[in-house]
């Protein structure tokens, strides 16, 4: 069943605030029962009645011998609660004594349960499968593949299966008869670990919750050590609303977005003194994507003007005159509407895609940025890393799982050529992203930088002015007959060996801000000529400063 391209499950989100119910340390399923929300609390092993309106929170299972520790999957159908708890499936009555009756025992651990009449739905990560068992008899019907790599949970509507997965920080939308990913959306948090579906009775609007548990780190202040200050980590855990907008016709859908004000801005201070004449500085500009939208862009500190680069806005400072001591802060700032997309095309969707144009051919599959596409580890390479597959997006899912494979993420003072870092195997987000590169052209895919910058991933943070650690780039490679689709340089590389998350193969969390797509970030000319970078470069001269501001949350556009 496909669902309606313009239908979506999106409360309007200043009425359906983030729950967090106290005493909670982690957690995991989530159900409602009427107009109240049952949790299980796999730490302390409560189970949790809350008010979603109040934060209002009852422990059910007061009783020392009620402790439900280890459980993790809930269900809730009438007055019957389901719960996994290690290897087993349990049940028992919620307006009864809460004694567990035992329903089934698998040979691995079960995660998450769920109920659609006479038929339970359990996820187990060790299997890889959701396992469909009858209600009645407690025999297993069939089983479909789990769509992602982490622990799972699981609830159902209507006709589709809905599951959240922990390492890919996604929630999938399955056809329940079939197991297929109708859509898949992005969390806003990381570490996903319950769902449930909310109908308002009033209003008749469909809210879909998602619970989240993880450590959070802070600075103490401890008074019996010296230095005072510390780090520490405390548990974290509450439910959100996640809005979502599907898209069939394009292939992708929105999650969660956010209105984020961004600053770039240089700060002229050379290492040494310079002098240049007749001088442009140009500074590419947020653009505008089907998950990025710009409300409004001004300058800071001197105006600019705007030129129109490979369909992207560049920025234009001019100066007629750059003395030694000289000091200047020029940039822009830009509010943006900024959303989490993630692409469903399959390899069956490209069996019969036109080829690649010619345009594209002669633009981005050449070696144009030191990519060392000539030498002989990186022609090596490509080859290993496609072996004989021709459907392009098998090829690009080769090439990236190859990549992680043979490369490990360390920071680094420069940016060395794909050649010399296949060879070293550690590599930096742009380190990453040049042999992606550089394998994916030898392969015949069209593929482009893009970035610059991520906003720090704290959408709770609203109106602090917030700074990224660095910048920040990834990639976006062409399908023939579908177009650009992004994908991220190392963020996935999370396993030793495998296997990947693939939340971020085609697709992008909201806090990913798009700047000049395909284009050169930032350049500088003299004169009208491009300053030669070995003798004066951009780092030499000037500080940059870049800022983050989230100043709300946004429903899906459209709304």
């Known amino acids: 069943m496909i669902p309606n391209p313009d239908s979506s499950v999106s409360p309007k989100l200043k009425s359906f605030h983030t729950i967090r119910p106290i005493g909670a340390a982690a957690l995991q399923g989530i159900a409602f029962w009427g107009e109240k929300l049952i949790a299980i609390d796999a730490t302390s092993g409560y189970l949790l009645q809350i008010n979603p309106q109040t934060d209002d929170t009852k422990i059910l299972n007061s009783s020392p011998d009620l402790d439900f520790a280890d459980a993790t999957g809930l269900a809730v159908v009438g007055d019957t609660l389901w719960l996994t708890r290690k290897e087993s499936v ?107 579906f909310y109908r308002n009775p009033e209003t008749n609007q469909e809210i879909l919750y998602v619970a989240y548990a993880s450590e959070q780190p802070y600075i103490r202040d401890n008074p019996n050590a010296q230095p005072n200050h510390e780090l520490q980590y405390r548990d974290r855990t509450f439910i959100h609303p996640l809005s979502f907008q599907y898209n069939a016709e394009e292939r992708y859908a929105l999650s969660n977005g956010y209105l984020i004000e961004m600053s770039y801005v240089e700060e002229l201070s050379p290492l040494d003194d310079v002098a240049l004449q007749d001088i442009e500085w140009r500074i590419a500009l947020p653009s505008e994507t089907a998950r990025q939208k710009i409300r409004a862009i ?5 105006p600019f003007t705007e030129e129109i680069q490979g369909n992207q806005r560049v920025a234009v400072f001019k100066f007629d005159t750059l003395a030694p001591g000289e000091r200047h802060l020029f940039g822009w700032k830009a509010l943006l509407e900024v959303w989490s997309i993630k692409y469903r095309i399959t390899p069956r969707d490209l069996e019969n895609t036109p080829e690649l144009p010619l345009e594209y051919k002669s633009r981005y599959l050449l070696d144009d940025d030191e990519l060392a596409m000539d030498t002989e580890i990186i022609r090596r ?57 550089a394998l994916s052209r030898l392969s015949g895919i069209a593929c482009r930088t893009v970035g ?29 007959g579908f177009g650009w689709v992004p994908m991220e340089s190392n963020p996935d590389d999370t396993r030793e060996g495998g296997p990947y998350p693939t939340r971020f193969f085609m697709g992008l969390a909201w806090y990913h801000v798009e700047i000049g797509k395909g284009i050169t970030f930032e350049i500088l000319t003299s004169k009208g000529v491009p300053v030669n970078k070995e003798e004066v470069s951009i780092g030499d001269l000037a500080i940059n400063h870049v800022r983050f501001k989230i100043l709300e949350e946004l429903p899906p556009p459209g709304e």
């Open 381 to 437: 390479a490509a080859l290993d890393a496609a072996g004989r597959e021709t459907n392009v997006l098998r090829q690009m899912y080769s090439i990236r799982n190859y990549v992680y494979d043979q490369l490990a993420y360390g920071i680094k003072p420069h940016i060395d050529t794909p050649d010399v870092v296949l060879a070293r195997g550690i590599g930096s987000c742009g380190e990453y992203l040049g042999v992606l590169l």
């Open 298 to 302: 001004e300058a800071v500190g001197i």
């Open 90 to 196: 349990y049940y028992c009555q919620l307006n009864g004594d809460l004694q567990l009756q035992h329903f089934l025992t698998l040979p691995y651990t079960a995660n998450g349960v769920a109920l659609k009449d006479s038929t339970v739905y359990i996820t187990c990560q060790k299997m890889g499968y959701i396992l469909i068992y009858s209600r009645d008899t407690g025999q297993e019907i069939t089983r479909l593949y789990a769509p992602g790599i982490g622990m799972e949970n699981i609830t159902v509507r209507d006709e589709e299966l809905w599951v959240s997965d922990q390492e890919e920080q996604t929630v999938y939308c399955l056809d329940r008869a079939t197991g297929n990913i109708i859509f898949s959306v992005l969390t806003p948090f990381e570490n996903p670990t319950g769902l449930t």
């Open 452 to 480: 610059r910058y991520k906003c720090p991933a704290h959408p709770d943070q609203r109106d602090i002015p917030l700074q990224p650690d660095f910048n920040h780039v990834w990639m976006e490679f062409y399908l023939p």
